[in-house]
């Protein structure tokens, strides 16, 4: 029977909290991630190269990630997980500052990298942090809610760059950005350990076992479980980046609009990516996880061509926004499906690991949609020069990648 989620919202203050705390390490991650991608056509200005270049940035950031969920996911798990997400934004908040004072596309790949690694540490960070910390029955509703926190970081680094990079340049996104990281790290400061942690931890300490042993055990015991989760999260990452990174651009490149009509594509959609998350992940509690993840790929699928083919911008914002829809609502499914299926004292490393070995297989993915959609260029020409058909390319990938979730 579905409950009211009303009630399902209601948590204690230091639930809340916790909860609030790790929405934010999330939303800080997002919005300096989409930096890249929405200042793109700017950075390959900047540096004298193509889009498609400059997209490296991203594969590199992606392929990454793994590292920091392994490194971090493991300390978590070991020593708590408050000192390392502390640690974890603040180094980020380090790199994106240096960012803003790259001169060329060497140096900026080199610090999105070092990126990557902190970025793919939060995520198993915060994703365990919540998913401890709440209620058993709340916990569907507020996976959509902490996943959407990566569409509220888009939405917000849209903003800012509406707002920012016409007046000040893309340099000033980059140092402006750290804002909300800073905050977010005195926040973590109060944080307390959860209940479930402990527990586990003691556990741990119980054993006589070296913590490598108990790793291998884990291995051995449920290596099949281990490969799906990658599998799954290949898939879901694929739909993600697939569907939003190259978006910007193109619409900027493709359909000549502005970038402020651009920024409004980007707003547009990840408002349906917020929508979808918390929607999907309140039903999946009744519809059960993998169900919804279906119906999302389903429903997704049929309105691709909604996504990408007219040429009227507001026929394109209403393909943005039910693309998100569905593909977000899937998403807003994984934090608590994977914290679930996380074997007991790994539920910070394996959830974290297996998204970001999931982000390393599709890593590639807007890289592959820009330089396919400029060697193959619409057939009429626009002032002279060819014009990429990012828009095509976009349209195989995501209806092949929802065929491979289902």
């Not at 000192?83 to 060329?104: C, D, K, Q, R, Y």
């Not at 281990?226 to 697939?242: D, E, Q, R, W």
Request: glycine content about 10%.
């Amino acid at each position: 029977r579905l409950q009211n989620p009303l009630v399902l919202l209601r948590l204690s203050p230091r639930q809340a909290y916790t909860f609030s705390v790790a929405f934010l390490g999330w939303m800080v991650d997002a919005i300096d991630f989409f930096c890249v991608s929405m200042s793109t056509t700017e950075l390959g200005d900047a540096f004298g190269v193509e889009p498609s270049r400059v997209t490296s940035a991203i594969t590199v950031t992606l392929m990454l990630r793994p590292v920091g969920a392994l490194v971090f996911g493991v300390i978590a798990d070991r020593h708590g997980r408050r000192i390392p997400l502390m640690v974890n934004l603040f180094l980020f908040t380090i790199i994106e500052l240096a960012s803003g004072f790259s001169h060329n596309l060497s140096t900026f790949i080199g610090l999105r990298a070092v990126y990557g690694i902190l970025m793919g540490g939060e995520w198993g960070l915060g994703s365990s942090l919540a998913m401890e910390a709440l209620p058993v029955e709340s916990r569907g509703i507020f996976s959509g809610i902490l996943q959407e926190g990566y569409a509220v970081g888009n939405l917000v680094a849209a903003m800012m760059y509406y707002a920012i990079v016409p007046n000040l340049g893309w340099r000033a996104l980059y140092w402006i950005s750290i804002i909300p990281a800073a905050i977010t790290i005195v926040l973590a400061y109060f944080l307390d350990e959860t209940d479930a942690w402990r527990q586990a931890r003691q556990a741990q300490r119980a054993s006589s076992k070296p913590y490598y042993i108990i790793v291998l055990d884990m291995l051995k015991q449920h290596w099949l479980r281990c490969i799906y989760a990658i599998v799954l999260m290949a898939a879901m990452n694929f739909l993600s980046h697939g569907s939003q990174d190259l978006y910007p651009t193109f619409l900027k490149k493709q359909h000549g609009f502005s970038p402020k009509q651009a920024t409004v594509g980007t707003i547009v959609g990840n408002l349906g990516a917020i929508v979808g998350g918390m929607f999907f992940g309140y039903i999946s509690e009744y519809l059960g996880r993998r169900r919804t993840i279906a119906i999302c790929a389903i429903c997704g699928a049929c309105f691709i061509p909604l996504w990408i083919l007219p040429s009227k911008f507001g026929q394109l914002l209403a393909g943005a926004f039910f693309i998100q829809v569905f593909v977000q609502g899937a998403w807003g499914v994984i934090p608590v499906y994977l914290s679930e299926i996380s074997p007991e004292g790994f539920r910070a490393t394996f959830p974290g690991l297996s998204y970001q070995l999931g982000n390393l297989v599709s890593a590639s993915a807007s890289q592959i949609e820009a330089a396919m959609g400029e060697k193959n260029p619409l057939p009429e020409l626009r002032d002279g020069a060819r014009v990429p058909n990012y828009g095509r390319v976009q349209g195989i990938l995501i209806g092949a990648i929802f065929c491979c979730v289902l």
